[in-house]
């Protein structure tokens, strides 16, 4: 099963605030919608903090809040490794999104979201939708991402899914000797906006996929337009040998007790926060020779269609292009990780804190 929180800290909030290095951490409350939800503002050097807000039933206030740090954090790193001239940010809603969203929730939330005056950007996430987003535009210009009939730059996550497939043709090509998807094994856990997507690739380039979810109805929708996808149990996908893992669902999937069991050459998927303790298993996944495509990076392509439309110029060809580019960047911090002895996640990081720092000098004149 997924596990959605990967350390629940006990820490109070200024605690987690000053470890992860957060500017802001916003808490929202609506009496008459319900509405309950988190803002987090990581790093603004390079520009407004940018990423999308995600509705999830957490068990616990403090799962939502340990979420919404790492996700904000991720979000800096993500657009500084993409060369996007934006910080990071993200937000939570907490509750169940089948039940209560609907055209007032999500307005309540747009208001919020206004009230902080363009220092926070949101956008689609898990359990959002386009509609979603439509609402909360009633109430705030600070939102991307927005349909194409209200001169927005759509969905994002079908740029989402080819930037990770670009990361996982170089993750293949580091691990193979060819970027050839043909004939590979591929699981993919989650098979949402993002990882129904990647599927229509990676059919194209007649890989054997598999699927795992815990949503019946979105494996109907794979299945239905892709005979040839295989349904495998989300409870016995680590007993199952394959060439590469693509985590598309929610993070902590690469754990103490997932890694071990682990049986493929490369891992590379949509999913945010997929190491459960960052240095702790990509140094993991190192030592057992797997190939980690870090999940920040290869699924920026979503941000930077976003990007290109909170410029004001959106150009699908440029943001094609620049998704593109992906495959080098990923080739680049794999090799970066070989040379060093380092993991993966590790160089990515490095390479992303070395831009903000590079780029804050420049802003200050230094």
Known sequence: MIDVQPEVKKKGVFSQMQEMEHEQVVFCQDEHTGLKAIIGIHNTVLGPAMGGTRMWNYATEEEALNDVLRLSRGMTFKSALAGLNIGGGKAVIIGDARKQKNEIFMRRFGKFVNSLNGKYYTAEDVNITMRDIEYMSMETPFVVGKPENMGGSGDPSPMTAYGVYMGMKAGAQKAYGTDSLRGKNILVQGVGQVGKYLIDHLIKEEANVFIADIFEDKIKVVTDKHASVEVVDP???????????????????????????????????????????????????????????????????????????????????RVIASTEHIYDVCLDVLNYSEKNNISSHEAALALALQRIEDVGKVKLGQ
């Open 235 to 317: 409870n016995t996908i680590f007993q199952m040998e394959m060439d590469i893992y693509s985590p598309c669902a929610l993070g902590a999937t690469l754990n103490d007790d997932t890694i071990p069991e682990l049986k493929c050459a490369v891992v590379a998927g949509a999913a945010n926060n997929q190491l459960k303790e960052e240095q702790k298993h990509g140094e993991m996944l190192k030592d057992k020779s797997i190939i980690y495509a870090p999940d920040f990076l290869i699924n920026s392509g979503g941000i930077a269609n976003v990007y290109h439309e909170y410029l004001g110029n959106y150009n699908k060809e």
